[in-house]
């Protein structure tokens, strides 16, 4: 009788264990989140340079239907409608604004970035440049 096995009751995890795998996640948790972080900024940062190209393709068409009627400046910012620096330098249709055009293409991202694009010449030669970035970190 006294030679009788007893029976072991291991049922779950000990402490020692649960405190390890604990650790474990932390430690991965703690080396995994800047990445992700940077991930996503660098994706809400390239839709708005997405954005600056799509409203240079609209601002050339706009050009090109004499729409503008001199130099200015876009900003293409996040979370905002694109804005014209100059209230005279579009002349688009009848109660249509150059940000109705152009969408809310970022209106909802919360980047850190904003671009500008230049409109220069004059009236009927206006050249319409390439999106600058002009504040945050690189979009790459």
């Given at each position: ?45 390239a839709t708005v340079e997405t954005a600056a190209n799509e409203v240079k393709t609209v601002a050339e068409a706009e ?37 109705n055009v152009c969408g809310g293409a970022t209106k909802d991202v919360a980047a850190t970035v904003h671009y500008t ?24």
């Amino acid at each position: 009788m006294f030679n009788m096995k007893l029976k072991k009751n291991n049922k779950g995890f000990s402490l020692v264990e649960l405190i390890i795998v604990i650790a474990i996640m932390a430690a991965l948790v703690a080396i995994l989140a800047p990445q992700y972080i940077k991930y996503v900024e660098k994706s809400r940062n390239a839709t708005v340079e997405t954005a600056a190209n799509e409203v240079k393709t609209v601002a050339e068409a706009e050009v090109a239907l004499d729409h503008f009627k001199s130099a200015c400046t876009i900003t293409v910012v996040a979370g905002a409608e694109p804005a014209i620096s100059s209230d005279t330098a579009y002349a688009g249709d009848t109660g249509v604004t150059f940000a109705n055009v152009c969408g809310g293409a970022t209106k909802d991202v919360a980047a850190t970035v904003h671009y500008t694009i230049a409109i220069t010449g004059t009236a009927g030669a206006l050249v319409v440049g390439n999106p600058v970035q002009v504040a945050g970190k690189t979009a790459g």
